[in-house]
């Protein structure tokens, strides 16, 4: 009896291919919204490309695609889709919006753009437990935080975009919520109440309640408090 795939088989393997890819998509209607200035739409798009990377690991799986269709690499498409969804678009959408003042606005787009591409070249991007070393290549949030969730100066906005853009190269432990081997139950938890929240905020902007900005502030707390445990005194 033959071991060989199955046409059916290759065809959901190269559907969860097509689905990853799909999140080029989303990233194309948030530039056409950015380049519109209709913020709410272009973070939801990009929203929508969060959830296919954060879902597409576990169709893999299932479909075993690495088996069924080895010859196409779908870790190389998620690299290409996530440094789209994560970083590129992420600056543009920085760039265009006002989150700092005009003299600082290409300058630090380029800041975030090339300290992206050094992390995604460094070894152990993600170490062998699991966590990502440094701040992960997560602009998205960044602007996200910056033009929904808090009100801070344009100067203020430009002190935390070089913060983070060092901090994406100093040794600290951030959790991978999917993959998390300590507090798994909690941290996953906390993900979905922040992935619930985030939309809600962007679908309230610009006056979200008080509330949604409560649960955004702290599950920032939990996964900052996270990040600083695992990595000092977690031993």
């Not at 190269?14 to 890819?21: D, E, G, P, R, Y």
């Not at 739409?41 to 695609?65: E, H, K, N, S």
């Not at 010859?71 to 998620?78: A, F, N, R, S």
């Not at 992206?116 to 992960?136: Q, R």
Request: glycine share 4%; proline share 6%.
């Amino acid at each position: 009896m033959s071991n060989l795939p199955t046409f059916i088989q290759k065809s959901l393997a190269l559907t969860v291919h097509i689905f990853t890819a799909s999140g080029l998509l989303a990233a194309f209607m948030s530039i056409l919204a950015i380049q519109e200035k209709n913020w709410p739409a272009a973070m939801l798009w990009l929203l929508v490309c969060l959830l296919i990377d954060g879902i597409d690991g576990t169709f893999a799986r299932l479909f075993r695609v690495k088996e069924v269709l080895p010859e196409i690499d779908g870790k190389t498409i998620d690299y290409v889709v996530d440094f789209a969804t994560y970083a590129i678009i992420p600056a543009y959408f920085f760039h265009e919006s006002e989150i700092v003042s005009s003299e600082w606005k290409l300058p630090l787009t380029f800041l975030i753009l090339l300290v992206s591409a050094l992390y995604y070249g460094k070894e152990g991007m993600v170490s062998t437990d699991n966590y990502f070393i440094g701040f992960p290549v997560l602009w998205n949030m960044v602007v996200f935080y910056l033009l929904f969730a808090v009100n801070f100066s344009t100067l203020i906005n430009a002190i935390l975009i070089i913060f983070f853009a060092v901090l994406h190269f100093i040794p600290v432990k951030f959790a991978y919520p999917s993959r998390a081997s300590r507090l798994k139950i909690p941290t996953l938890l906390v993900s979905i109440i922040f992935l619930t929240a985030v939309p809600l905020t962007v679908l309230y902007y610009p006056t979200p309640p008080i509330w949604l900005i409560g649960i955004l502030h702290l599950t920032l707390v939990y996964y900052a408090g996270l990040a600083i445990w695992d990595t000092f005194f977690d031993n």
